[in-house]
C-alpha cells in the first residue's frame, strides 16, 4: 500500500509538474566508483554514479565532472533504473558527463544510475572526478540535501555536500566553459584570455561566425535577430529559399535575406507582427533557444519531466516567457545552456556572440546535426 501510495505521489509530482518552491527533504547519498590508482595512457576504464543507502527519489540530475585534457569520456549510459523510469545521457556536455533520471516509483536503497568508459590520453597518478548541477527530488516533490562520496581519489572521501541546487556556472560568468578544441588556424585580437575562446574558434572554424576587418569577434558583444538567423541558416548549409522573406523590414538583397526567408519558410522563427521581422532588433537568450528548439523538430523529451524541478531551482524561473519555457528547459537538459550564477537563466537577458558559438557548438556535439534543415 505504501509504494502505490508513493508511486502516485511521485507521478503527480513529475506528470503535474508542481510550481510550489519546497522544503528540503532528508539527504541522499551519492557515490562515486573509480580507479583509485594509476592509469595508463590509452588504458580504458569504468567509472559508475550511484546511490547508497539512500530514501526514496524520484528525480535526480548530476553532471559527472572529468579533465577532458587528460581524459575521453567514450560511452555513458543509464544502468539499474526501474521499470517506468525515464531519462538520458549526454557525454559531451559541460561541466561533465550529464545524467537526469525521472522514475514513477521512488528509487531507493542502493542504486547504479550512470556507468560510463573513459579512455585516459596520457598517464595519470590517478583519474580525477567529481559532482556538479547536482538536483534531488522526492516523492514530495521536495528538494533532498545530498553528498557525494567518491573512490576517484586515493583513499576516497568525501568531496562534496550540501543542497541539490543545479545551473550554477563556476565563476558567475555567462555560460562558462570552453570547447576542448581550439583552432591554430583562425585568430582574433580579443578573445585571448575569455572563457568561450575555444567555442568562438570552433564556431569560426566550421563557417558559423566570422570576425571583423580590424581582426576582431567582439565575444561579448550582443547579436541581433538577423545575425544569429543568418548563423543558423550557415549551420543548415545556408540552402535557398523558395520565396522571399514576406516582411516589409527585411529588404531584398540584405545580407540576411535569404536566411530570414528560409528560417520563416521551414516555421523556425515568428515576426513581431504579420509583416515585419525586427531584423536590427537584439536576440534574447530566451528567444535564441526557442529558434533553436524549432530547428531541432521543437519536439520535448525526458526534459518536460522535470519542469518542476527547474521551476523550482532557478531563482528567476518567473521570468520565463510561457513560449520560452520547454526550449530553456530543453536547452538546459541536454547541456546547451547554463545558469549564469546565483540559480540564475536571466531568459531575458541579450545573448552575447560567445554564448551563442558555444551553445552552437554544444548543439553539433550533443545531436551530430545530421539531419536535413535545407
Known amino acids: 500500500m505504501r509504494k502505490r501510495t508513493i508511486t502516485y505521489l511521485c507521478l503527480f509530482a513529475l506528470l503535474a509538474a508542481l510550481l510550489i518552491p519546497s522544503a528540503h527533504a532528508a539527504g541522499a547519498e551519492l557515490e562515486i566508483k573509480a580507479p583509485a590508482g594509476p ?4 588504458e580504458s576504464f569504468a567509472v559508475t554514479v550511484g546511490l547508497t543507502d539512500s530514501p526514496d527519489i524520484c528525480a535526480i540530475q548530476f553532471a559527472l565532472t572529468f579533465d577532458r585534457d587528460l581524459l575521453e569520456c567514450v560511452s555513458a549510459r ?14 559531451k556536455a559541460s561541466p561533465g558527463v550529464k545524467a537526469a533520471v525521472a522514475s514513477p516509483d521512488p528509487i ?15 598517464d595519470l597518478a590517478a583519474p580525477g572526478f567529481g559532482l556538479s548541477d547536482v538536483v534531488v527530488k522526492d516523492a514530495f516533490n521536495s528538494r533532498m540535501d545530498y553528498t557525494v562520496r567518491t ?3 586515493p583513499g576516497g572521501g568525501e568531496i562534496q555536500g550540501g543542497q541539490s541546487g543545479g545551473g550554477e556556472m563556476q565563476g558567475g560568468r555567462p555560460d562558462d566553459g570552453q570547447s576542448a578544441v581550439d583552432t591554430p588556424e ?21 563557417g558559423l561566425f566570422t570576425g571583423y576587418p580590424d581582426g576582431s569577434f567582439l565575444p561579448d558583444a550582443t547579436i541581433t535577430r538577423a545575425d544569429f538567423v543568418t548563423v543558423l541558416w550557415r549551420l543548415a548549409g545556408s540552402p535557398g529559399p523558395s520565396a522571399g522573406a514576406g516582411f516589409r523590414d527585411v529588404a531584398e538583397g540584405a545580407y540576411y535575406a535569404d536566411a530570414v526567408a528560409w528560417a520563416r519558410e521551414k516555421g523556425y522563427v515568428d515576426g513581431i507582427s504579420a509583416d515585419e521581422f525586427d531584423p536590427t532588433g537584439l536576440l534574447q537568450r530566451q528567444a535564441a533557444m526557442k529558434i533553436l528548439f524549432r530547428y531541432n523538430g521543437g519536439n520535448g523529451g525526458a526534459e518536460t519531466l522535470f519542469t518542476g524541478v ?5 531563482a528567476d524561473s518567473a521570468d520565463i516567457a510561457d513560449w520560452a519555457r520547454t526550449p530553456m528547459y530543453w536547452g538546459y537538459y541536454h547541456g546547451l545552456i547554463s545558469g549564469v550564477g546565483d540559480n540564475l537563466l536571466s531568459p531575458a537577458a541579450y545573448a552575447t556572440r560567445a554564448q551563442l558559438a558555444r551553445i552552437l557548438v554544444h548543439y553539433i556535439d550533443r545531436f551530430d546535426d545530421n539531419q536535413k534543415h535545407g
Open 39 to 42: 592509469v595508463s595512457a590509452g
Open 78 to 91: 543509464l544502468t539499474e533504473l526501474p521499470d517506468g523510469a525515464i531519462g538520458g545521457v549526454n557525454a
Open 108 to 122: 531507493s536503497g542502493d542504486a547504479v544510475l550512470l556507468t560510463a568508459t573513459f579512455l585516459a590520453k596520457s
Open 151 to 153: 573512490s576517484a581519489q
Open 186 to 206: 583562425i585568430s582574433f585580437t580579443d578573445v585571448d584570455g575569455h572563457w568561450g575562446k575555444g567555442d568562438v574558434l570552433r564556431a569560426a572554424e566550421l
Open 310 to 314: 527547474y521551476d523550482s531551482t532557478f
